[in-house]
């Protein structure tokens, strides 16, 4: 993944994504997605990202997976639609000829994945430059111009295997557990895509609210969150 312009500049441009996460109220997440891009933090920013992760410092490299365990009404939503633009629109990806990308957004079921798309949408219309790039809208997908498509499905690992990924977004994660095909809906979704993004590069980005202790996203915390010293 190449970005065309930093997260940072994006954000801060209102002919791109500047108006979608703007105010102090967004500090934080503007400062986890910056971080997780691989972009360096200023003294503040990098104190606040002490706070949310226990970390010295930012990675200063794109991350390949990240897991937020994010409290209700904590903007999930939005932020990982915004992160979506972006990385659809303003960031060229290793395709071949006459291929074509998929950037995943997944959420418990079918009413939230058309709010994430329409947070997604909307990122696009507000801005003059990305709105160019989308070709076509259906139900569920947003095609753009540079062979990226962004899809919204509600979480079943049924049909995820085959495609490109170039990104996948999992929206609440820990509630995945309504599959009547699996009891593990969230390891197998995660296992099903794991080896699209592999052709790519692209990063997995999970955002829950906390619901059980079981799952991919309590394991997960109980296996890295450990505060540095």
């Not at 997944?106 to 009413?111: H, L, T, V």
Request: contains cysteine; glycine residues 8%.
């Amino acid at each position: 993944m190449k970005p065309k312009v930093t997260l940072r500049q994006a954000l801060a441009d209102p002919q791109l994504l500047g108006g979608m996460l703007a105010g102090d109220s967004w500090h934080s997440w503007r400062t986890l997605l910056i971080a997780a891009m691989g972009e360096a933090l200023t003294d503040a920013e990098r104190e606040t990202f002490g706070m949310l992760t226990g970390r010295k410092r930012e990675p200063l490299q794109r991350i390949e997976e990240l897991i937020a365990v994010i409290g209700r009404r904590g903007g999930k939503s939005r932020a990982s639609a915004v992160l979506a633009a972006y990385l659809g629109g303003l960031c060229e990806h290793p395709l071949v000829a006459g291929e074509r990308g998929v950037l995943l957004a997944c959420a418990p079921d079918q009413r939230q994945a058309k709010i994430t798309l329409e947070y997604c949408a909307a990122a696009f219309d507000a801005s003059p430059i990305l709105k160019q790039l989308v070709v076509n809208r259906t139900a569920d997908t947003l095609e753009l111009a540079n062979n990226i498509s962004i899809e919204v499905r509600s979480a079943s690992f049924r049909r995820l295997r085959g495609p490109t990924y170039v990104a996948v977004i999992c929206d609440e994660a820990a509630f995945w557990y309504s599959d009547e095909w699996s009891s593990n809906t969230d390891t197998e979704i995660v296992n099903a895509v794991r080896p699209g993004l592999a052709t790519t590069g692209g990063p997995l980005i999970i955002a829950s609210s906390p619901y059980a202790r079981r799952g991919l996203l309590w394991e997960t915390y109980r296996s890295h969150f450990k505060p540095e010293r």
